[in-house]
C-alpha cells in the first residue's frame, strides 16, 4: 500500500540536471540573498563579502558527504536515507532526519516572511499584520503549484531561476558602476566587530547555501541520479558564491553597515535607490518577490519529499487525518502549516537562527555518520569528512556564543526544540541506534 502511495507522488527521471540546478539556486538565492543579507552584515560588519566566501568553503566540504553518499544511494528524501543508511532506523537518525526538515521548514517561513516584507516596501508599509498575511499567502501559492505535479515545480522553477539570477546580477553591476565602484560599508571601522562576530555569521552564509540539500531529496526523481546529483549541487553553489559576492559588493557600495542592519529585512530594495533611482527600487523590490516566491516554492517542494520518506522508511508517525490521496500530498499539508505558524509568530531574525541551529547539528550528525559508519564503502577521505565537522562545530559555538549576548532566549528555543526532537523521537522508536540494520541495510 505505501509503495502505491509513493508511486503517486515519485516519478523517476521527472527533473532535469537544469531544474535541480533551478531548485537548489532557487532555495539559496531567495534566502542568501534577501533575507541574510543583513543578519551577516550585522554580525561581520565591513567584512561581510567575506563571509559569504567562508560560507561557501564550509559548504563545500559538508557538501562532500551528501554527493558522495547520493552518487552511490540517490534517493528521493535523500537526507533521511543518508542517515539511515550511517546511524540504522533509530532515534539518532530520525532525530537529525527530522531536524533537517524542520530547518527547510524554518527557510520557508522566513523566505516567506521576506517576500511580504519587500512587497510591502512598495506601499512605504513596515511591518504590521499585512506582513504574516502575505506570508502565509504565497506560502499557499507554493502549496498549490507543488500539488500540480513535478514537472510544474521544474519549469516553474527553471523560468524563475532565470528571471532573478539575471536581475540580481545587473542589480550588483549596476549598484558597482553607480557607485564608481566605491565599497561604502567599509567607511564603518570604527566599530570592532571582531574574529568571533566573523566566525559567527558564517552561520548564516551558512544557511545561505543550504538550499543545495534540495537536490539531494530529489535524489531519484533527477535523470541520471548517480552523477547528476553531484554535479547539481557543484553547478548551484558555483552559481550562488558569484551572484552573492556580487550583490554583497553592490549593497557594500550603496549602503554604510549603520544601513544595512537598520534595514537588514529589505537591505537590497534599500540599496537600489540611491545607487538606482525610484525605478531601480521597484524593480528590486519585484525581483525580490519573484526569488523569494521561487525559493518558498523549491523548500515545499522537498521537505515534502523527506518528510514522506520518513513516514515511509516509519521513523515518523503519520496520519491522515481525512485527508485523501498519497502520503506526499498530506506532508505538503503538514509543510504549510507549519511553515504558515512560524511565518505568523515569529520575526525574521529569530527565524533565521533557529534554522541555523537546527541545520548545523543536523550536518554535524551527518558529517560523523558517513566518517564512522560508510566512508570507506563509499571511497570517502577521512580528512575531508573530519575538516567538515570541524568547521561547523566552530562556527556553531561562536553562533551560539553571539545569540547568548545578544538574543539568548532563541538559543534556549533552539535547545529546547532539539532535545524536544530527539525525546520524541526515542520514545517513538524506542532505541537510539540500530546497529545491526547499519550493518547489513541495503
Keep these: 500500500m505505501q509503495q502505491e502511495d509513493r508511486s503517486g507522488s515519485y516519478r523517476q527521471g521527472s527533473i532535469s540536471l537544469g531544474g535541480a540546478v533551478a531548485m537548489g539556486t532557487g532555495v539559496m538565492i531567495g534566502a542568501g540573498i534577501f533575507a541574510l543579507t543583513g543578519q551577516i552584515a550585522q554580525f561581520a560588519g565591513p567584512l561581510f563579502p567575506l563571509a559569504f566566501i567562508a560560507g561557501a568553503i564550509v559548504t563545500g566540504f559538508s557538501a562532500y558527504s551528501y554527493i558522495r553518499m ?3 544511494w540517490p534517493s528521493s528524501g535523500g537526507i533521511a536515507m543518508i542517515l539511515k543508511k550511517c546511524y ?16 527547510m521548514v524554518i527557510a520557508e517561513s522566513l523566505v516567506a516572511r521576506t517576500f511580504a516584507t519587500y512587497v510591502l516596501r512598495a506601499f512605504e508599509i513596515e511591518g504590521g499584520p499585512m506582513v504574516p498575511i502575505l506570508a502565509v499567502g504565497v506560502i499557499l501559492f507554493a502549496f498549490l503549484v507543488n500539488i ?10 527553471l523560468v524563475m531561476a532565470a528571471i532573478k539570477i539575471g536581475g540580481i546580477g545587473l542589480f550588483g553591476i549596476a549598484a558597482l558602476w553607480s557607485s564608481g565602484f566605491q565599497f561604502a560599508a567599509a567607511s564603518d571601522s570604527a566599530q570592532d566587530y571582531g574574529v568571533m562576530g566573523f ?11 543550504k538550499g543545495f540539500t534540495t537536490i539531494t531529496n530529489s535524489g531519484s526523481e533527477i535523470t541520471q541520479p548517480n552523477r547528476n546529483v553531484g554535479r547539481a549541487i557543484v553547478i548551484s553553489i558555483s552559481i550562488c558564491v558569484a551572484v552573492y ?6 549593497v557594500g557600495s550603496s549602503l554604510t553597515i549603520d544601513e544595512i542592519v537598520a534595514a537588514r529585512d529589505y537591505s537590497l530594495a534599500e540599496a537600489a535607490e540611491p545607487a538606482l533611482g525610484q525605478t531601480g527600487f521597484f524593480l528590486t523590490v519585484i525581483l525580490a518577490a519573484v526569488a523569494t516566491a521561487s525559493g518558498v516554492l523549491a523548500s515545499v517542494f522537498a521537505v515534502s519529499r523527506m518528510l514522506a520518506m520518513l513516514t515511509d522508511m516509519k521513523m515518523i508517525p503519520h496520519r491522515h487525518f481525512g485527508m485523501s490521496g498519497p502520503v506526499q ?7 504549510v502549516v507549519i511553515a504558515s505558524t512560524l511565518a505568523v509568530f515569529f520575526d525574521l531574525g529569530r527565524i533565521a537562527s533557529l534554522g541555523a541551529f537546527f541545520y548545523l547539528v543536523m550536518d554535524m550528525a551527518v558529517h560523523w555518520g558517513v566518517y564512522r559508519y560508510r566512508r570507506e564503502e563509499i571511497g570517502a577521505s577521512g580528512l ?9 562545530a566552530i562556527v556553531l559555538v561562536a553562533f ?28 517513538y522508536l524506542s532505541r537510539w541506534l540500530a546497529p545491526q540494520e547499519v550493518a547489513h541495510d541495503h
Excluded: Q
Aim: proline fraction near 2%.
Design 148 to 157: 500540480a505535479g513535478n514537472r510544474s515545480v521544474g519549469v516553474f522553477s
Design 70 to 72: 547520493s552518487n552511490r
Design 245 to 250: 559576492l556580487l550583490v554583497a559588493f553592490g
Design 384 to 392: 575531508v569528512l573530519l575538516s567538515a565537522l570541524a568547521f561547523d
Design 329 to 335: 500530498r498530506h506532508t505538503l499539508v503538514y509543510t
Design 88 to 103: 540504522g532506523p533509530g532515534a539518532v537518525a530520525a532525530g537529525a532526519a527530522l531536524l533537517m526538515a524542520l530547518s
Design 400 to 427: 551560539t556564543v553571539m545569540k547568548l549576548r545578544s538574543d539568548p532566549l532563541i538559543v534556549l528555543y533552539a535547545l529546547g526544540g532539539i532535545l524536544a526532537v530527539f525525546v520524541f523521537e526515542r520514545m
Design 199 to 209: 566566525v559567527a555569521s558564517v552561520a548564516f552564509a551558512i544557511l545561505a547555501f
